[in-house]
């Protein structure tokens, strides 16, 4: 069993294959964090402590004893009102107007399989995969209750946390902050690993020391964001690639988020992470029910790379879901940057001729189909086919594409709304926007309310008469800003806004799955601005960032393979002068790149050359047989790219049979230094063979000094390296 119960000491210790995790309950009720670490048996109560800490103040229950004090003790699920002046997961403003929950223990249940959260994406898994742990928690003034849920996947190494709380009172309570997870750590010093970012430049890796002081992220946007992604990493100061203790946090959410660290007086450390409090306070009416979002957590003692494959694997097998969870993603060219706005039936179908002359698997018609869109200053909520613009209908279209042997894709931002739209004249009030006021703008669009069900129906059906008139296999959903004016029409609770329209989101993608069970969803919001576990619940492909040129893909996808697997970043070879940055790469180097990704094209290939025209269509047939490795093998970051000369990464099969090694130079100089990559995931004692040149090297060399990049010269050089194992050598001969 991976979940064990102490019933003389009341300790619960969940076991995974390698790491250990444990809590006790106490003799008055509090549910305090033991330990969470490398794989071990027996029991850390021993490691809790008890002095007079002054200014930290004890439960009423402990009498006369100062040596108690929840300000200092390890706890699962602190909150506010017990003496804990930490920062606590949970706050709550009761009927009467005082800030208080006291949580005590009041019974458990152990259940095979893995919990589910309705309405909400989550961790899912098979009964002979995982095991539940539900602590039942509750304050006895107050009827609050909280159900304290534990997932524990113990082959992945992953265990997830989540939390149901109930009024269970005769009066109206306000939750005022809900967090799903804390790690209190008594010792060790720590950093903080977040990746912070921008529009175009998304999931810079950042790392500091976790210090005396609250160190904070997060996104009030209600989306995830560009600035700051809701995951991140507590790692030993010393921790590398290979060695140290890390652990991993992921928010399965895509709205506003907070994520917080802190070292207290006492040199203990406190990580947490959930929702944003801001614009947050969300009233519990007597008998409702209220479901904090689920948290991935991983710990490692090997290393930042064990703790990403655990974290990679969880979201590829246990996330994502649907036909194209494990099987091949479509290589595909995207009408954006051939067309933009600029188009008609004809230009798209003579774009699909010259995919399916290259090779590759999908067209796909990109935003200006719809309404009157010649613009992005109109049109948007009108998702009817403009048949004049196209001079055809939209099944039309589809078919003379699909008779070319290709797919077919459309693009959709169904949370938006433009004021030039035939929608928000028949329905103004569907916007988010607080009366009296003029509303925010972004990129000339406004925010439908998807709080309210009959907007979320109203959409969904427009959006499933478009689908219903081809062959359509893949939906691209964008959303193109953030959310500033909360405020629904339908409520005078808005502070119940951004999570309720967050619920309606994933209400509209659960249904267009159902109806659609064969679709290709690709998340997008400007690019990466919402690159989340909870968007990978109903896409598996999220488009990595709208900036395209090579070089700044390096560190944008640098960043996200710290939490993400290579199979859900949407990358894709674009052209040059590269319309983000003007930069002008090889294409190979481009294609090496995005070949760390889902692959595909965002260029006219009417404007290509026949050398690079046969250049791409080598690409794709590398690509195509090397996805397996890609979408499914094991992810290693052999170099640093905000450090080294050379950006490097490997694609290695489980059982070492295989490497991808793929490496880009991102500087070049007069008597160039050589710069040797070392290699990871081989087996020990065996030879390797270079398929491309039938060159032997040695597994346990490449691992200790690498493989050397040749010296060339020209910006950018980009080198591609398959290694297949050969045999192992009798050492004596």
């Known amino acids: 069993m991976s979940i064990i119960y102490q019933k003389e000491k009341k300790i619960f210790t969940l076991h995974t294959a390698h790491t250990t995790y444990q809590m006790q309950v106490d003799s008055y009720g509090f549910l305090l964090h033991l330990y969470y670490g490398r794989k071990t048996p027996g029991h850390m109560d021993y490691l ?31 909150t506010s009102g017990t003496g804990d002046f930490r920062s606590p997961a949970l706050i709550i403003r009761n009927a009467d107007g005082s800030y208080s929950c006291d949580l005590r223990y009041q019974g458990h249940s152990i259940e095979k399989g893995k919990y589910r959260l309705p309405c909400l994406p989550a961790v899912y898994a098979g009964e002979d995969e995982a095991e539940t742990l539900i602590i039942h928690m509750k304050d006895p003034v107050t009827d609050i209750c909280v159900d304290l849920l534990y997932g524990v996947l113990p082959e992945s190494d992953i265990i997830t946390r989540a939390a149901r709380i109930r009024n269970e009172s005769e009066k109206k309570v306000t939750l005022m902050k809900t967090q799903t997870a804390c790690l209190d750590f008594l010792t060790g010093d720590y950093d903080l690993i977040t990746f912070h970012g921008r529009h175009a430049m998304e999931r810079n890796m950042e790392r500091k020391p976790i210090l005396h002081s609250a160190q904070v992220i997060g996104s009030r946007r209600g989306t ?40 207290d007086q006492f040199e203990q450390t406190r990580i947490q992470l959930g ?64 067309c933009y706005f600029d188009f008609d039936g004809e230009a798209i179908y003579q774009l699909a001729r010259q995919a399916a002359d290259l090779g590759l698997d999908m067209l796909v018609l990109d935003d200006g189909w719809f309404g009157k869109r010649d613009s992005d200053y109109s049109g948007l909520g009108d998702w009817y086919v403009n048949e004049d613009k196209l001079g055809e209908s939209l099944g039309h ?33 569907w916007v988010l926007k607080i009366p009296g006021r003029d509303p925010v703008r972004a990129r000339y669009q406004l925010v439908l309310d998807y709080s309210r069900p009959e907007v979320v129906d109203a959409i969904f059906d427009a959006v499933c008469r478009v689908l219903d008139q081809g062959d359509i296999t893949y939906v691209k959903w964008d959303m193109n800003r953030s959310i500033c004016d ?54 598996p492909q999220i488009w990595c960032s709208d900036n395209t040129d090579a070089m700044d893909r390096l560190h944008i996808q640098y960043g996200t393979s710290f939490g993400y697997p290579i199979s859900a970043v949407g990358s894709h070879v674009s052209a040059v002068p ?40 080598d690409q794709i047939r590398r690509y195509k047989a090397y996805a397996p490795l890609i979408q499914h093998g094991l992810y290693y970051r052999l170099t640093d790219p905000r450090a080294d000369q050379a950006a490097a990464w490997e694609f290695a099969a489980e059982d070492g049979s295989e ?14 230094t050589n710069n040797y990559i070392r ?15 039938g060159r032997i090297y040695p597994a346990d060399a490449l691992m200790q000094v690498g493989w050397p990049v040749p010296i060339e010269p020209g910006d950018y050089q980009a080198w591609q390296k398959h290694f297949v194992i050969r045999d192992y050598p009798d050492l004596d001969d």
């Open 397 to 429: 279209l589809v078919k003379r594409v699909t008779d070319l042997g290709l797919r077919f894709g459309i693009w959709f931002e169904p949370e938006a709304i433009n004021e030039d739209s035939d929608l928000y004249r028949q329905h103004p009030d």
């Open 578 to 617: 590269n319309h983000q940055t003007g930069r002008v790469t090889p294409i190979e180097t481009r294609a090496v790149t995005a070949m760390a990704g889902t692959f595909g094209y965002e260029l006219d290939p009417y404007h290509m050359t026949e050398e690079d025209k046969n250049l791409v269509r």
């Open 224 to 263: 995830s964001s560009h600035q700051y992604n809701p995951m991140m990493i507590a790692a030993e100061h010393g921790a590398t690639e290979d060695a140290g203790t890390c652990y991993g946090l992921s928010f399965v959410y895509s709205g506003s988020f907070k994520g917080e660290a802190e070292k």
């Open 679 to 693: 290699l990871k995931g081989l087996r020990a004692g065996a030879l390797y063979e270079d398929a491309q040149t």
């Open 275 to 338: 929702l944003m409090d801001e614009m947050f306070s969300y009233p519990l009416e007597p008998g409702q029910l209220f479901l904090a979002p689920e948290v991935i957590l991983t710990c490692s003692t090997e290393g930042l790379a064990r703790l990403s494959h655990n974290l990679h694997q969880c979201i590829r097998d246990h996330v994502c879901r649907g036909a194209y969870r494990d099987g091949g993603r479509p290589v595909l060219l995207n009408s954006w940057e051939a």
């Open 48 to 78: 809790l402590t008890y002095a007079d800490r002054g200014f930290s103040g004890n439960p009423y229950d402990a009498g006369k004893d100062r040596t108690y004090s929840m300000d200092v003790l390890p706890q699962e699920f602190p």
């Open 486 to 539: 909360v405020y629904s029409m339908e409520t005078d609770d808005q502070g119940r806004v951004l999570y309720d329209y967050m619920l309606g989101l994933y209400d509209f993608l659960d249904r267009l799955l159902a109806r659609y069970p064969n679709l290709l969803l690709e998340g997008c919001s400007g690019g990466g601005g919402r690159f989340d576990a909870g968007m990978l619940y109903y896409s």
């Open 659 to 672: 490497v991808l090694v793929q490496v880009v130079m991102q500087e070049i100089h007069g008597n160039m």
